[in-house]
């Protein structure tokens, strides 16, 4: 007997939750399937049952196990994370891609807390909870203070890749999880998931190295305010909604960390001396030498006083429409390599 000719009985909600959480519209899973959308809804709605080859055909599709139409309800999921995107551009679904990868970051949450318990290990995370209150300059001062990396050590890091790696280790100090895992850029640059434990912060390799330092702590201030998100950080946020307060927070936290006060005078020695030779020039020669982005370069310039609002919001402009640099983990990386940068030395330690 053929694939074609075996029925399959799906339970009408399975059948729709599959394609809906995977980010399918009826017309398009027709399409797949090569049939009227009109029949797609009737198989959805139990009135005609799917033979296995369309079942399978699904499953590529959704990116799901021929099994998962097998169950007897849908399971519960997590919510999504909460949407800090603020440019309206970025006010949309979320692509198919983006949902497989919230789908691996929840895979590999409930994976780490599964090890960990299994191991006697806590999955508690070593943090101190803040508010929007606060301000974030001296909550970042105080973590930067407790890291125990001081700016010299900073600077001598052979280059980001080491910085984001020492980093990364000091916040998977605290037991929290951090991921890279390529997203679609124009739709996430990281997000973090608070929701369980471990805590997971997961950032974009599809971008700049410099951009993912940057991005790491700014999920990590969402942790400090115990938010659930999915974030944009490098743009200007002018609203005055509770998310923008949210994401100015966080920018500010994360550019105060890793460009603490004393470097204020000697960027606005450079900026002073070297704007004549152009804006650009010394956003790059400093964007190296502290392992950060220009953008965070340009938020501590801002609050310095060195650079003006207008200036800010022409870079940022000018950032929008440069193309983002590759990402990726480097050259010469084996699949172990690549493997202990996906997913940290710590989690594949378990």
Not at 71 to 80: Q, S, W, Y
Not at 252 to 276: D, S, V
Request: charged letters at 30%; hydrophobic letters at 35%; a positive charge.
């Amino acid at each position: 007997m053929s694939r074609e000719s075996i029925v399959v009985q799906v339970e009408p909600a399975v059948m729709q939750w599959l394609r809906t959480s995977s980010g399918w519209t009826p017309v398009e899973a027709s399409k797949r399937l090569g049939v009227r959308e009109d029949a797609y809804l009737k198989m959805e709605n139990g009135e005609i049952r799917p033979t296995l080859r369309q079942i399978e055909l699904l499953a590529k599709a959704f990116h799901r196990p021929v099994a998962a139409f097998l169950l007897p309800a849908p399971p519960e999921e997590p919510l999504l994370p909460t949407d800090f995107r603020l440019i309206p551009r970025d006010k949309k679904e979320f692509s198919r891609k983006m949902r497989r990868v919230f789908r691996k970051a929840r895979w590999l949450q409930d994976s780490s807390r599964e090890l960990m318990t299994n191991l006697s290990f806590s999955i508690e995370p070593s943090l101190r909870k803040h508010t929007l209150s606060e301000n974030p300059a001296t909550v970042a001062a105080r973590e930067r203070e407790a890291s125990g990396i001081t700016l010299q050590q900073q600077m001598k890091w052979k280059d980001s890749y080491k910085a984001f790696s020492a980093w990364r280790d000091y916040i998977e100090g605290k037991n929290i999880r951090v991921f890279q895992i390529s997203m679609p850029p124009e739709e996430a640059r990281g997000f973090s998931l608070t929701d369980k434990k471990p805590y997971l912060i997961v950032v974009n390799t599809a971008d700049d190295i410099n951009a993912r330092i940057f991005t790491l702590f700014h999920e990590y201030a969402h942790l400090l305010l115990s938010e659930t998100s999915v974030c944009i950080p490098e743009f200007v946020a002018i609203e005055s909604d509770e998310t923008a307060k949210v994401e100015r927070w966080c920018n500010r936290f994360a550019a105060e960390f890793l460009l603490p006060q004393q470097t204020k005078q000697q960027l606005a020695n450079e900026m002073q001396a070297g704007r004549q030779q152009g804006l650009g020039k010394l956003l790059g020669k400093y964007s190296s030498k502290f392992k950060v982005s220009k953008y965070a370069l340009f938020v501590r310039m801002k609050e310095f006083n060195i650079v003006t609002d207008i200036e800010l919001k022409q870079f940022v402009e000018g950032l929008k429409r440069t193309e983002r640099k590759k990402g990726g983990f480097g050259r010469g990386r084996t699949q172990l390599d690549k493997c202990n940068q996906e997913k940290g030395s710590n989690y594949v330690s378990l």
